[in-house]
């Protein structure tokens, strides 16, 4: 290689990868600390990372095998560059990685679920694709409820999957039931919940229920014929297959109380679209109900007729699920606060989006949370902000779907109010030192015809009111791996709900700026020290080299 050809591979290197001058002096100065002569030997590492990374488990041997896995190096230490490279490594992980750590013993109602709506879906609610490829991808993400809304197909002879009223193509529950039986338990071992809404007539009904039970087989949950007194526990549960449902009536009947209730009464409630209808049936005689569907129903769902004091009713003698629209929990949390947390501890409580949201896209979480709502449903095929937040908060317990309430919404002797402002429990404080990937993972002129990016920061917290916050770095111009060095602290009331957002944008002067990345991780299960945070992009899906380097340090209020 010539001299000439040197200097420009080197520059090449230096203006697109990262090099131990770019280190934070944070990072030299903590190499100094735990290292002699230069080299930070199995027990200058252990040290470190028992002192300052807070990593009690790790062994002398642990620290030697970090050592061994360096490439090109002496065994017997790190010099300030291999150093910095494990910090700014995968194996570095911003999380706790424990996989299922939280108690499983507890009934389901005590979880957080990760909920999908209208999974079939593949784009917007009135004209995209009916498919079970969505299903398919929500199991591979880790979703635990699958909704299906089942119809009669136009020859009243088979079941398929569509949004009634709506131009969707359908697909036919067969395949959705054998996708799901195929992919449930391939990201989680707990169990997969379908929630059915259900336009059947009894003869449809007692099909649907033949093709549920040869489908799914053995790992179907068949409960006793008495409806539960409680619900039974997710380790129980395990590689098990729930349905969830409204206990079918006469269908005559039924339609009788969908004229007389309206929409509004509905499990989809009044904004869900308004072009749902039942076939006529004045001139048929009552139909039977259909036993076979009716004893698949694990998850006994419906709406009481009343208000919200009949809704939110808690009976010592079973269990059910309630499902209410964003704008009805919105109110209900309004007035009947302390209820819905108190109906939530024993019941599940699936909120779902508004009807008008045609475009697939989602609502805030944090109220359902707040209120303890297990089943937060949302569109999962969309890439919006609130459903990073969705991501970030199943990314907690090993992403097994199911995240343990925290301790005070299942407190039955002090009933937790989410209208109380609590006291500062925490500070978390957080650095970012710098970042890089961009140039390996975007074409080089996807920011900028003419230059580098010019990359900048949001930090901030989603949680409850008192903890919501977003705080932005500044403008690193012309550069494709940034160096910020700056800290922001949180002083957060209730951590266990909080969840930390990062997002990265390239300036723009004459347009919106570009999106760069983002991420979001439970403060719960946020490790002390300094990570490479890997960034995701718009649908959730890892980049394969952006990153940042960051600080996370805990404290008590003073």
Known sequence: MSKQSYRVCFCFRRRFKMTVAQAPEDVKNLFEMYSENGLMNADGLHKFLVEYQKEDETTTDDAQKIIDGSKHLPKNGLHVEAFFRHLFSDTNSPQVSLGVHHDMNAPLSHYFIFTGHNSYLTGNQLNSDCSDVPIINALKRGVRVIELDIWPNSEKDDVHVLHGGTLTAPVTLLKCLSSIKEYAF??????????????????????????????????????????????????????????????????????????????????????????????PQENKPKQKKAPEYKRLIAIHAGKPKGGLDECLEVDPEKVRRLSLSELELEKAAETHGKQVVRFTQRNMLRVYPKGIRVDSSNYNPMIAWLH???????????????????????????????????????????????????????????????????????????????????????????????????????????????????????????????????????????????????????????????????????????YNNVKLLMRFEFTNPS
């Open 372 to 542: 303890g709502a297990q089943m937060v449903a949302f569109n999962m095929q969309g890439c919006d902000k609130h459903l990073w937040l969705m991501h970030g908060m199943f990314k907690a317990n090993g992403q097994c779907g199911y995240v343990k309430k925290p301790d005070f919404l299942l407190n039955t002797n002090e009933i937790f109010d989410p209208e109380v402002k609590h006291s500062e429990k925490m500070i978390l404080k957080v650095t970012v030192y710098l970042g890089e990937g961009w140039y390996y993972d975007f074409d080089h002129t996807h920011f900028d015809s003419y230059s580098p990016p010019d990359f900048y920061v949001k930090v901030g917290i989603a949680g409850v009111p008192a903890d919501k916050q977003m705080t932005k770095s500044k403008i690193v111009e012309d550069s494709w791996v940034p160096s910020w060095n700056q800290e922001f602290e949180f002083h957060l009331t209730m951590p266990q709900l909080a969840l930390l957002r990062i997002k990265v944008h390239e300036y723009d002067m004459s347009k919106t700026d570009d999106f760069a990345g983002q991420t979001c991780l439970p403060v719960s299960e946020i490790r002390s020290g300094i990570r490479a945070v890997p960034l995701m992009d718009k649908k959730g899906d890892k």
């Open 186 to 279: 391939v990201s989680s071992d707990f169990p997969v919940v379908i929630t059915l809404e259900d336009h059947l007539t009894p003869d449809l009904q007692a099909k649907a229920a033949n093709m549920i039970t040869e489908t799914l087989g053995d790992i179907l949950f068949t409960p006793g014929p008495e409806v539960f007194k409680e619900f039974p526990s997710l380790e129980t549960l395990k590689k098990r297959i729930i349905i969830s449902t409204k206990p079918p009536k006469d269908y005559t009947e039924a339609k009788e109380d969908k004229d007389k209730e309206n929409d509004s009464k509905s499990d989809k409630a009044d904004d869900e679209v308004a072009m749902k209808k039942a076939e």
